[in-house]
């Protein structure tokens, strides 16, 4: 079966740090990726996807970046995060030709 | 473009009581639609999806949604609220396409008051 880990499960950073979140997909081959980025009392919000290996579609514009530097691994980063940066985000899978996104566990962001 | 709209962010009924959560949705091709559920602090479960087919589909834990094309509405029901529905409710859209991407709801916080 295919598990989703995502790792910090929470985070506090100050204005001004970089930042690095972590998404790994097990038990599937070549998923499609996407970062959500979920704000208090908000839906979510597509910030990235990927179809393949240093595949990166950006959805808005954003102090974010991400990457994927293997088949299973997609990295939300940014050089110098903002007070708007926090909120929950999401990291989900999809098996490419299939209709259904699964989704990881979260990492709650918080800047001060 | 779609689009997703849930009416009502929050909705509370008794334990016992229907639930209804209200999702309506535009595309400009064929829809998939899905209901996904959100606990405190937890990613998203889904519950139920409909992509093709009967128009009335089952889910987990009794719930229960249908595609109405000509209303482009996609509610969500449950006969009998419990306790344990207690959570966030999204609704989604997808499109069929190879990047398959997803425009989610604001969502719908259900209370379930004993």
């Known amino acids: 079966s295919q598990t989703i880990h995502q790792w910090p499960a929470t985070l506090v950073q100050p204005v001004g740090s970089p930042l690095s979140l972590e998404c790994t997909v097990e038990g599937t081959s070549n998923p499609n990726l996407y970062w959500y980025r979920q704000a208090a009392g908000r839906g979510l919000q597509l910030l990235f996807y990927s179809v393949g290996i240093g595949q990166i579609s950006s959805e808005v514009p954003q102090n974010l970046s991400a990457s994927r530097p293997q088949d299973r691994q997609f990295i939300l980063s940014s050089k110098k995060l903002l007070l708007s940066d926090s909120g929950f985000y999401l990291c989900?899978?999809?098996?490419?030709?299939?209709?259904?996104?699964?989704f990881g566990p979260g990492t709650r962001l918080t800047v001060l | 473009a779609q689009s997703v709209t849930q009416l009502g962010s929050h909705v509370s009924v008794s334990e016992g009581a229907l639930v209804l959560l209200r999702c309506n949705y535009s595309?400009?091709?064929?829809?998939?639609l899905f209901w996904y559920v959100q606990y405190p602090n937890q990613g998203l479960q889904l519950l139920l999806k409909y992509t093709t087919g009967a128009t009335l589909v089952k889910g987990i834990n009794g719930f229960e949604a249908e595609f109405k094309k000509s209303e482009t509405s996609f509610h969500l029901t449950k006969p009998s609220a419990q306790m344990s529905d207690a959570a966030e409710y999204f609704c989604a859209v997808t499109l069929n396409t190879n990047a398959g991407k997803s425009t989610f709801g604001d969502g719908t916080t259900l209370t379930v008051k004993p």
């Open positions: 595309s400009s091709v064929p829809p998939y």
């Open positions: 989900a899978w999809r098996r490419q030709g299939t209709d259904t996104q699964y």
